[in-house]
C-alpha cells in the first residue's frame, strides 16, 4: 500500500519521529542524469521558512545510496533517505488521551491497535511528503513537460500579493486557512492514460487524495461549470493536433491526454493543528474538554503544498508515460479510418 | 488497465456496439446469497426513460453464466454478460472525419492507431457503466452499508421537484445540463482504508473518475470549505467510538473512514453530445466546420448518472472491507497507549 | 487472483459443469489481426480423441463477442466464451463423502466453507485450460516468436513412436501416468525479463505451476545438472549478439533472455482420476474405504497439456515483451562502458 | 519489479558496489516483537566462512531506521539497511570487453544500454540475497509455522559428512559445483494459495527462481515422480483434517495447502565464477580469448543459499497467509454439502 505505480514505481517508509524517512525509486530509465540541485531545490520548496508556515525546520539533508553509476540512474531502484533531526517527541505525550480534532490520531489507534507510533502524526505526518517530493523531482527529470503551480485562493484571499500580510492575521487568531492549488501542465502527448481504470484524470486524483489534507479535486473548469449549458461547456476541436478553442475539460477527454494543458485544482482543508484551544472528545473522563495542542505548526499548510501536489503529478505522468509506450502502437493505419 | 481491486475485483469488457458488454468479478465471498432481483432493479435505475434521458432504451437482459452455484456464490469469479441489441452504427459514420467536441473520439483515434471501434463512442462510451452498475449490485449483496444517493444541482437547478420542467427547456433550446450528486454510506466501521497510496479517498476518486463526464471530486464540505478557519473546518470528537459534532471532513480522516457518515460529492458534465449544431475542425478541409449530431442523446445524463456512481463507490468499499481484513490487528492493546 | 498480466492481461472465469467458460483478454496491440483458425487449431490439439485421453469430447466452439472490429483488435479487451455442453453432472454426487485422492475436493471444500461448485472439480478442474489455450493464441498471433514443444518422457517411456501402445497397457490396467514436456522459444530478443521479482524464468515458472498437475519445472540441464563442474556448467559466449556454445542455462541469465533459444521442462503428474479402485477416507464411517471413480478421465492427461503449456508460456512472454517496451532504454550509450 | 507482494511486500534495492542494499518490508502486523537478534543470525548464516565460500566477508551490520516503536512494529513500512564496506571495485575493470561465462554482464548491458553498474555484478549480484534474507526474517516473526532446510545433494555427493573434503577438492582444480536444497514448513493451515493465478505452489516458484543461480523448482516428488503409476502416485487420505498417507505431491493440492508438510527441492546451479581459465568471447577482438577471473569467489554457492530459499519462502507465505485472510469465508456451511 505504500508503493504506487507499474513502471515508475515509489515505495514511501519513515514517520514523523523515527530515524529516517525516504523512499525507492524504480523507473527511472537507466542513462537519466541524476541532477541533485533539482532534489534540493524542489525541498527547499517545500521547507517552512515563509509566513504562515511551521517553526519546525529541517535541513531536509538527502542522501541517494543506490541506483547511480557516474552520475547517471544505473536501471536499479534509487534510494534516497533523510534523517529526521529536528523531532521533539515531548510535545506530543499529553495528547494521547485526547485526539486533536482533524487528525488521524484517532482513526490510526484504531487501526493499528495502539501499536502505532503516535509522535507528531506517525506516518500521517506531512513530514512523509517530503520523500514524495524526491519521487517527484526524479520523474521530471526525464520527462519533457513543463509544471506550472500556483495558488489561486487562500481562505477568503484571492489576490496573492496580500498573502503575507493575510496570514499574519490569521496567525494572531490562534487559526488556520486552507487554500485551493491549480496545476497546469504543457507539453503532454495526445494519449496518455489507460482506459478503463487507469484513466490519466483518475491516477492524478487517486494521488492527490493521497497526500494529506488534501478534499477535493477537480480537472478543468471543475465545480464550476455546473451551471454551463452543453455548447458552452464543449471545447471546440480548432486544429488537426487536437488543439481546442477552450479548455474546460481541463487536457483530459476519456481519461486520455488531449494535446491541451493539463489543468486541475486542488482544495487542500485549513491546517488541522490550530493554537487555539478547541473542544475535544477526553477517554479518560469521557466528556468533551478544552485542548490546547503543542508543537509548531503551518497557519496555511497550503502555501508549501504547491511543490509536493506539483511532484506527486509529476509521479503519475511519469508512470503514465512509461505505460503508454507499452501500450502505443507501431503502426497505426496511414489515415485513420475511424477517427 | 480494465481490471480494478486486489480482492473484489472487477475486470470490465464490450463496446458500445459490439455484441456483448459485460463483466468478470471475483471476489464475492463464497455462500452469498446472489440477489438476481437487485441487479435487475440497479440496471432498470440506469436505464433511460424519465425526461431527459435518451431514447435508446436496452432492455439490458443479462446473463450470469459462471460463479453461482445452489444460488449462492461459488467463491470462482462471476461472470454476467448482457447483448447489446439496440445499436444504430450507421448513425456514426459521417462522423469519421470530424470529431464530436467534449468527446473522445479524437483521442481514441490517435491511441489505437485507428483501429478502435469508432461506433458510438467504443468503448469510452457510458454503455460500459451498465456492467459496473452489475458488479457494484454483487458488492452490495455483502456489504453491511446503506447507500444514500441525491441529485443536488443540475444546471443552475437546486430544487429538484421541478427537474421535469426544467429538463424540458434544456431540451428545447438543442442543450445539455451537468449535476452534482451527492453519496453518503452509513455503517462503515472505523479504520477502512490503506495509507499511503490506498487511503479510502484516495481510491474512491480515482473509481470516480474512471466514469465517463465525471469531472470533480471532493469529500465532505469541499471546494466550498476553502473559506472557513480551521476551528470552524475541524470536527470535533464528542464521543469514545469517533462520532464528531459536525462532519466536515465526510467521513475521512488520514485517508481511513472514521466512524461518521461517509459523504462526497461528484460534478458530472453537460453530456457532451446535444441536438444544437456545433462548430468542429474537419480533417478533410482543415477548417472549422458546422456538426449536427445525430444519434439519440442524453439531455442530462447526470439524471441517470447516480446509480453508476453508487455502485462503482460500492466496488471501492467492497475492495477496501475485504482488505482491511487481511490487514487487521488481532490482538490490539487493551488500553490504547498511543492514542 | 484469477488475472494474469500487467498488458497482456488474462482474466480466465468458469468452472467445469457451468454454463460457460472464457477468458478476457486486454492487450493485443490495436490493428493486429485476429486468426480465428489459430484458436480453433489450438482447442483441437488440447481436445481429447487420442489413445490415453478422456472420453469427454467437447466440440469445444468459440465466440468472441467484444474486442475486435473489421477482423482486427480494436484495443480494447477481447471476451472469449465456450459453453459447457457435455457435462454430466451425477457422476460426481457420491463423491461428497469421499475425497478423491491426488484431487483438490477436500481442500477446495475448506477454502470456499462447502459453498464451491463441486461438479467436475468446479474451478480446479483442467476444464479451465481451454480458456488459458485461446488466451495464449492470441498472444501468438502478434509475437514474433516460434515456439516448439515436445513430449520427451511419458512414464517409463523416452521412445514416443510406441506412445500409443504403451498407454493401452496402462488403461488395461485402469492406471494412469505423467510425463515431462519440453517447450523451446525461438527468436526471443535479449533482455525480456524484469529484475529482481518479474524476471522471466521467475514468471514462467509461476505460470506452469498455475496449471493443474504440474509439479516441476527447470530451466536447460535443469536438476540433471547437479553433477557438472562449473567449467561444464557455464555456456561459453560465442557472438557479439550474446550467442553461446552450450545452452545450459536454457536461454536465460539473471532472469533475462540471453538471445539463445528459451528452453524448460515441465513435469506433468500421473491423472489423479484412475479407473482402479483405491482407499481413501470416509467422512461418514471416519475410515479408509475403497472408492471407485466414475466419471471419464485421461490416462495420460500430459499428452493433452503440451498445447496448454506452450500457449501459457505464449501469455508470459506477451506480458514481458509489452513490458519491455516500456522499460527500453532509448539511446543507449554506443559503445557499451559497462560491458 | 523489484517489489514483492500484496500485503507482506517487500521492496529491494542496492546492488554489490554501491554504499548500501536494503529492503522496505510492510505488512508486519502492528504490535509483532520485532527480533534483531533472528536477523542477525539468518545474516550469519549466509555469510561465507566454510569451506567452499568466499573470502569476501562482510560484517553486514543492519540498521532499521523505520516502523519500529518501544520494539514492536507500527504497522508502517520498516527499513533496513546494510552498508557495502568490503568492495574491490578494481577487480572487475578488466572484465569490460569480456563477459563472463554463466554471468549477466552481457544481458544487463544490452538492457539497460550500458549505464547498468558492472562491479561485482551490480544488481545481478548474489549480495542482494542479503536484504531478501532479513525481509524473510521478518516474516518468520509472526508466522506460526516451522521451517527446516536441508542440502541433500552437492555436486556428486550425496552424504553431506564429507562435505568440507568433497569442496576442498573442486576448489583444488578451480572449479565450483551446485547442488539441490529441501526445504520444509511444517504447520500451515489448509487453503493457504489462490487459484487460478496466485497458488502456493506458483508463487513459491516465482520467489525461487528470483533467487540468482536457481535453475529447477519441484514439489513433493518432483521429476522423478515421472515413472509412478498413478495409484502409487496419489496421495491417499487418512484422516478428516486431510493428512494422507504419502506426501508425493509436497504439501499442495490444485495449488492450495492440504494440510500436509509443503515440501519442495530447489537446484542451485554451479557457480558462475570458476579460478579455472575459461573462453569467453572478446568485443574487441572479436573472437574467443581466454578470460581469468579475478575477485574472491564461492566455489559452492549452494552451501550459502539454504537461509536464502527458506527466508524467501518465508516472505510468499507471510503474504499468501495474510491473503488468506481476506478471502476467508466466516460461516462456512456446518457439514460441507459439497465435499
Chains 1, 2, 3, 4 share one sequence.
Do not use: C, W
Not at 534510494?79 to 485526539?99: F, G, W
Not at 491497535?113 to 523531482?137: I, K, P
Not at 486520455?256 to 489543468?263: A, H, I
Amino acid at each position: 500500500m505504500n508503493t504506487y505505480g507499474q513502471f515508475f514505481k515509489v515505495t514511501l517508509f519513515g514517520e514523523s519521529h523515527q530515524p529516517e524517512i525516504g523512499v525507492v525509486v524504480e523507473g527511472v530509465p537507466a542513462g537519466t542524469v541524476i541532477d541533485m540541485t533539482l532534489i534540493e531545490q524542489d525541498l527547499k520548496k517545500r521547507r517552512p521558512g515563509a509566513v504562515g508556515t511551521t517553526a519546525r525546520v529541517e535541513a531536509d539533508h538527502f542522501r541517494v545510496t543506490a541506483g547511480i553509476f557516474q552520475g547517471r540512474a544505473t536501471g536499479s531502484p534509487l534510494h534516497l533517505v533523510i534523517e529526521n533531526t529536528d523531532t521533539r517527541s515531548k510535545d506530543y505525550q499529553h495528547l494521547l488521551k485526547q485526539p486533536r480534532p482533524g487528525h488521524a490520531d484517532y482513526v490510526a489507534s484504531i487501526k493499528y491497535g495502539g501499536f502505532h507510533d503516535h509522535r507528531g502524526g506517525g506516518r500521517f505526518s506531512g513530514r512523509l511528503t517530503a520523500a514524495l517530493v524526491m519521487a517527484g523531482s526524479l520523474a521530471k527529470m526525464f520527462l519533457p513537460y513543463t509544471f506550472e503551480t500556483e495558488l489561486i485562493k487562500v481562505g477568503t484571499l484571492t489576490d496573492m500579493s496580500s498573502l503575507d500580510q493575510y496570514l499574519e492575521g490569521i496567525k494572531a487568531k490562534g487559526e488556520s486557512v486552507g487554500g485551493i492549488v491549480k496545476l497546469s501542465v504543457k507539453g503532454i502527448p495526445v494519449g496518455i492514460g489507460e482506459p478503463f481504470f487507469q484513466k490519466l484524470d483518475a491516477e492524478i486524483a487517486k494521488m492527490m487524495f493521497s497526500i494529506p489534507a488534501v478534499k477535493g479535486v477537480s480537472f478543468g473548469l471543475g465545480f464550476e461549470g455546473v451551471e454551463r449549458l452543453g455548447s458552452d461547456f464543449n471545447d471546440v476541436f480548432s486544429d488537426s493536433d487536437g488543439t481546442t478553442l477552450s479548455n474546460h475539460s481541463g487536457g483530459v477527454s476519456g481519461g486520455l491526454s488531449n494535446g491541451n494543458d493539463l489543468v486541475l485544482k486542488v482544495f487542500v482543508k485549513p491546517t488541522s493543528s490550530i493554537q487555539k484551544t478547541q473542544e475535544t472528545y477526553d477517554f479518560e473522563t469521557k466528556t468533551l474538554k478544552p485542548l490546547s495542542i503543542g508543537g509548531r505548526h503551518d497557519v496555511a499548510i497550503v502555501r508549501r503544498a504547491g511543490i509536493v501536489l506539483e511532484n506527486a503529478l509529476a509521479i503519475v505522468l511519469a508512470d503514465l508515460t512509461l505505460i503508454a509506450r507499452a501500450t502505443k502502437i507501431e503502426k497505426p493505419i496511414s489515415v485513420p479510418q475511424n477517427l
